[in-house]
C-alpha cells in the first residue's frame, strides 16, 4: 500500500495577482497525525480549501489514495472519505446531540435524500449514534440541545459528526480555537483517539498540541513550504524561529 495517502504537485491558488499558495508539494503519510502550521497569511485555510475542491487551484494537481481529485465536487470528495472540520461549529444548535448525529448518519446510510422517515427507520442509526456519543465522550449530553452545550463540547460533538461521514482522512481546521486549557486537552485526547485507523491533518496554533500529538509538522510561510519533519526538527529551524515562533517554545 502506498504511504503517501493524499499529495500535491505544484499546487498554486492566486487571487487577483495575490499568490496565497506557490508550488505547493504536500505529502501526508497514511495513518500519521500531520499538522500544517505558519503564522497569519500563510495559506494554511487556503490549503484546506483546495484540498476538498471548495476553492478550485490556479495551477497545479491534488490526488488521494493516487486518484486525481483536482475539480471534482466537494460532496464527492468527501464520499471518497476525504473530509474536513471548519474554524466555526457547524451543528445544529436546535437539535439534541442525538439528532444531529442522527442526521450526519443519514448521508452513508442512504437516507440523506428522503424528506420524511419514520422513527422505527431513523432508530436503526442509534446504535451508530452511541458508539460516536461515547467515542467523544458526550454520553451525559445524548438528549441535551446542541445549542447549551459548553463550546468545548460543542466542538467535540462536531468531530462525531464529522466522523459518521466515516472519512478515512479527517482534515481540523484549528480544532482548539476559542478553547480553555481543560476543553484544550480533551480535545487533544478525541483527535488522538479517533487517528486509530485513520489520517488526520490539522491547522492549528496551538504548539504545546502540534508538539504533543502530531508526528510531522509542515510549516508554510507566503503559501511556500518553509520546512518540514517532526516538531523538534523544525522548532529548531532557524528560518522557522525567525518568520513564525520569534522566540523559544517552552
Known amino acids: 500500500m502506498n504511504q503517501v495517502v ?5 499546487l498554486t491558488k492566486t487571487f487577483a495577482g495575490f499568490t ?9 503519510r497514511r495513518g500519521s497525525v500531520h499538522a500544517l502550521i505558519g503564522p497569519n497569511g500563510a495559506g494554511k485555510t487556503t490549503v484546506f480549501n483546495l484540498l476538498t475542491n471548495f476553492l478550485a487551484p490556479t495551477r497545479g494537481k491534488i490526488f488521494f489514495n493516487d486518484r486525481d481529485i483536482t475539480g471534482m465536487a466537494p460532496a464527492e470528495v468527501a464520499r471518497h472519505g476525504l473530509v474536513r472540520s471548519f474554524q466555526i ?11 444531529n448525529i442522527r442526521i450526519a448518519l443519514q448521508r452513508p446510510s442512504g437516507l440523506a ?13 442509534d446504535e451508530r449514534c452511541s458508539q460516536l456519543i461515547e ?20 466542538r467535540a460533538l462536531e468531530l462525531a459528526t464529522t466522523l459518521a461521514l466515516e472519512p478515512e482522512v479527517l482534515l481540523l481546521d484549528e480544532p482548539m480555537a476559542g478553547m ?10 478525541l483527535i488522538t483517539s479517533v487517528a486509530k485507523g485513520r489520517t488526520v491533518v490539522m491547522v492549528e496554533h496551538n504548539l504545546s498540541v502540534v508538539a504533543d500529538i502530531c508526528e510531522r509538522v509542515t510549516v ?8 518540514e519533519g517532526t516538531y523538534s526538527e523544525v522548532s529548531t529551524n532557524p528560518q522557522v524561529r525567525e518568520a513564525y515562533m520569534g522566540v523559544d517554545h517552552e
Not at 435524500?113 to 442509526?125: H, N
Open 113 to 125: 435524500t428522503q424528506c420524511w422517515r419514520s422513527d422505527r427507520i431513523l432508530g436503526r442509526l
Open 6 to 10: 493524499l499529495r500535491t504537485e505544484g
Open 20 to 28: 496565497a499558495v506557490n508550488k505547493l508539494n504536500l505529502n501526508v
Open 180 to 189: 480553555g486549557r481543560e476543553d484544550i486537552q480533551r480535545i487533544a485526547s
Open 135 to 154: 467515542s467523544v465522550g458526550l454520553a451525559n449530553f445524548r438528549t441535551a440541545t446542541a445549542g447549551e452545550l459548553p463550546y468545548g463540547r460543542k
Open 220 to 227: 508554510l510561510q507566503r503559501g511556500e513550504i518553509l520546512a
Open 89 to 99: 461549529s457547524a451543528v445544529f444548535p436546535g437539535l439534541s446531540v442525538l439528532d
